[in-house]
């Protein structure tokens, strides 16, 4: 706080004893000494008082905080709460409907060829029947 070293305390020491006088010294030392100590009783209570009032600022703004994002899950649950119950809930904008594909058309080439006739030269060959059997 003060930053004093130790040569100007030696220069304290020396002007304290030719003004006080080595008799007096010890009891204006421990008067000091009481005078330093409230002062720094005095200025932690002052340094504790406004650090509680830091923490209970920064309380009151997650109490904020909370309370705001309690609502945004209390309002989505009832959301999803409707939903379940059948009610309709827009979530985003209406879908947009396709367009109708064309009929689909089949080439005159494409058409089923008719059955093969016996005696077709494209016809496949019969099939050999199995042994053993009719």
């Known amino acids: 706080m003060f930053d004093i070293g130790a040569g100007e305390l030696l220069v304290i020491l020396i002007v304290a004893v030719v003004v006080i006088g080595p008799k007096d010294l010890p009891l204006a030392m421990r008067t000091a000494g009481r005078w330093i100590g409230k002062m720094r009783r005095i200025s932690a209570h002052f ?32 959301a999803l709460t409707e939903a379940e119950a059948g009610a309709p809930v827009m979530t985003g904008p209406p879908p947009v409907e396709a367009p109708p594909l064309p009929p689909a058309q089949t080439p005159a080439a494409e058409a089923p060829a008719a059955p093969a006739e016996a005696g077709d030269a494209n016809a496949p060959p019969p099939l050999p029947l199995a042994k053993g059997g009719e």
Do not use: H
Request: charge should be negative.
């Open 47 to 78: 340094r504790s008082g406004i650090d509680t009032m830091v923490r209970e600022a920064e309380l009151e703004e997650m109490e904020k905080k909370w309370k705001a994002q309690n609502e945004e899950i209390m309002r989505r649950s009832a």
